[in-house]
Nanobody, 118 residues
């Protein structure tokens, strides 16, 4: 079993920054790709960013490219999402997820709320 625990959310003004963290336990964290997703009120959950097991490859949704950076520290079993130049439309619950195999996301955290005020 895998447990993912996010932290770092909060209230920030537009243009500000936040860094989210997600700590994993229960599996060999360094063997798996990790991702961040978000869900705004009344909307479906959407992909934000993904990072390979080694950290050597990352991908982003177009809406966050150039503003958000995903990274990981395998020694700390932690994946991060640095969010800069935040916009009100970034307001959502942010979730981290672990991917056992390409094509699906197998474990999810409980989410952390990010609210960006205008």
């Amino acid at each position: 079993q895998v447990q993912l625990v996010e932290s770092g959310g909060g209230l920030v003004q537009a243009g500000g920054s936040l860094r989210l963290s997600c700590v994993a336990s229960g599996r060999t964290f360094s063997s798996y790709a990790m991702g961040w997703f978000r869900q705004a009120p009344g909307k479906e959950r959407e992909f934000v960013a993904r990072i390979t097991w080694s950290g050597g490859d990352t991908s982003y949704a177009d809406s966050v490219k150039g503003r958000f950076t995903i990274s990981r520290d395998n020694a700390k079993n932690t994946v991060y999402l640095q969010m800069n130049s935040l916009k009100p439309e970034d307001t959502a619950v942010y979730y981290c997820a672990l991917q056992l195999l390409p094509g699906g996301w197998d474990y999810w955290g409980q989410g952390t709320q990010v609210t960006v005020s205008s």
